[in-house]
């Protein structure tokens, strides 16, 4: 699509799924823009998350509002500023905020994270010093504060938030039990260090926990659940204190 003076792109919700995301669910279409703001922002990345699922879905998660028919898709960005009437952006700073997917958007500024200009866009913001790294610091480091003698269990601790509460549950001290489905992402955990590396859908899975468990000369006290707040150790009930979902 060429653009168009005045307009912008921007990707739409066009169809509520019916099961697995299709790419016809997903449309694009022209806008126009607000002109009337003091930043004009030209989004570079976002962050596709898990989250995104519950926005289209008549229920689940109700801590954010969820997309209807027609509703413009929004997610966590990284923008550089092109225009700016404020004196406090200039041109060429990075901005961090939850944008609507459009290839411009005017803004004002409020809620987004200021980067200096770079030639090199500060990606960390969008993961480790970002939403997902928030997460995992909140529920390890605010919430379940391991000490030296707990064990910790970390369910798909390959993914964004699970691979940051796992090193955050290590470096205080604890004993670390990690899984994960897929088996590179089984060889990627042992690669950075993890010991106890579980496959939770195999067979022996909840055997193994407990050979782990009994091994151990502490309890398991904290569980660090993925995002979707499945419940990850049904096998290991009685060892558990609380559960903490990241």
Known sequence: MTPVAGLVEQLFLRRMPQGPLQPDDIGLRSAAIDRRKSLRLEPHYFSVDPYMRNRMQPEGYDYIARW????VLSGWALARVGESQSPMWQRGDWALGHLPMQTMVEHDGAGLIRYPASAEPPLAGLHPLGMTGFTAWLGVCR????????TVLVGAAAGAVGSLAAQWARRAGAQV??????RE??????AVGFE???????PDYAERLREIYLMASRSISRVSADRRSRS??????PAVEWCCAG
């Open 185 to 190: 992402k089984r060889e990627w955990l042992k």
């Open 196 to 202: 106890h590396v579980l496959d939770h859908r195999a």
């Open 177 to 182: 039990i990690v899984t994960a489905g897929r």
């Open 232 to 237: 990850p150790t049904p096998s290991c009930a």
């Open 68 to 71: 209807q028919t027609g509703s």
């Open 143 to 150: 919430i379940g504060r391991p000490l030296a003698s707990d």
